[in-house]
Antibody, heavy 120, light 117 residues
Framework: EVRLVQSGAEVKKSGESLKISCQTSGYPFYRHWIGWVRQKPGQGLEWMGIIYPDDSDTRYSPSFRGQVSISVDTTINSVYLQWASLKTSDSGTYYC?????????????WGQGTVVTVSS | QPILTQSPSASASLGASVTLTCTLNSDFSSSNVDWYQHRPSEGPHFLVRVDPSGNVESKAEGLPDRFSVLGSGLIRYLTINNIRTEDEGDYYCATDEGSGDTFVKVVFGGGTKVTVL
């Protein structure tokens, strides 16, 4: 069974750094894409980017390129989303999502979400 | 890039039916569309993928038969029959911008908030 378990809620100040995680299990970690999705309070879902753990091929949404970094640790089957310097506008809930391993696969399994709160 | 337009809200009485719409912009009329359910305090859940003909290309394991889909031109429909309180939440449609090596991102519609009266 595919499972994605995300790290807990974070409360940070503007300018601080942050790295949140998505620990995966139940499938061949190296060969499946994992994406990140943001939901700001009261708003809809926004695609941030996706990574292929086998070679760390990463595709960022143009809106998020340069704003965040996506990485993997293959030793513990985990994917990360990282900020070097948070802004208050980064507050929201962040979800990791597993992409079904077919061409153009849907996002068939999701994490429970990590709430990030950034104050000024 | 694809644009998916959804009505902000929809409601139905317990046991009734509600139909959600997702309208694609014309350049993407041949796109598959995925439907996701997002209940409060949970991660989103994939429900079903609809192909351009309105047929189910794939669906979540255990998806109740109460959920059905159709497609017509630029519109993809998700109908919830015999609606239950657990069906309350936000529903998003989505499709890819680009494919394979030219994949850019997943594009989501604005979401429809479904309320059971």
């Amino acid at each position: 069974e595919v499972r994605l378990v995300q790290s807990g809620a974070e409360v940070k100040k503007s300018g601080e750094s942050l790295k949140i995680s998505c620990q995966t299990s139940g499938y061949p970690f190296y060969r499946h894409w994992i994406g990140w999705v943001r939901q700001k309070p009261g708003q809809g879902l926004e695609w941030m980017g996706i990574i292929y753990p086998d070679d760390s091929d990463t595709r960022y949404s143009p809106s998020f390129r340069g704003q965040v970094s996506i990485s993997v640790d293959t030793t513990i089957n985990s994917v990360y989303l990282q900020w070097a310097s948070l802004k208050t506008s980064d507050s929201g809930t962040y979800y990791c999502a597993h992409r079904r391993p077919v061409a153009g696969g849907n996002l068939d399994h999701w994490g429970q979400g990590t709430v990030v709160t950034v104050s000024s | 890039q694809p644009i998916l337009t959804q009505s902000p809200s929809a409601s139905a009485s317990l046991g009734a039916s509600v139909t959600l719409t997702c309208t694609l912009n014309s350049d993407f009329s041949s796109s598959n569309v995925d439907w996701y359910q997002h209940r409060p305090s949970e991660g989103p859940h994939f429900l079903v993928r609809v192909d351009p003909s309105g047929n189910v290309e794939s669906k979540a394991e255990g998806l109740p038969d109460r959920f059905s889909v159709l497609g017509s031109g630029l519109i993809r429909y998700l109908t919830i029959n015999n609606i239950r309180t657990e069906d309350e939440g936000d529903y998003y449609c989505a499709t890819d911008e680009g494919s394979g090596d030219t994949f850019v991102k997943v594009v989501f519609g604005g979401g429809t908030k479904v309320t059971v009266l």
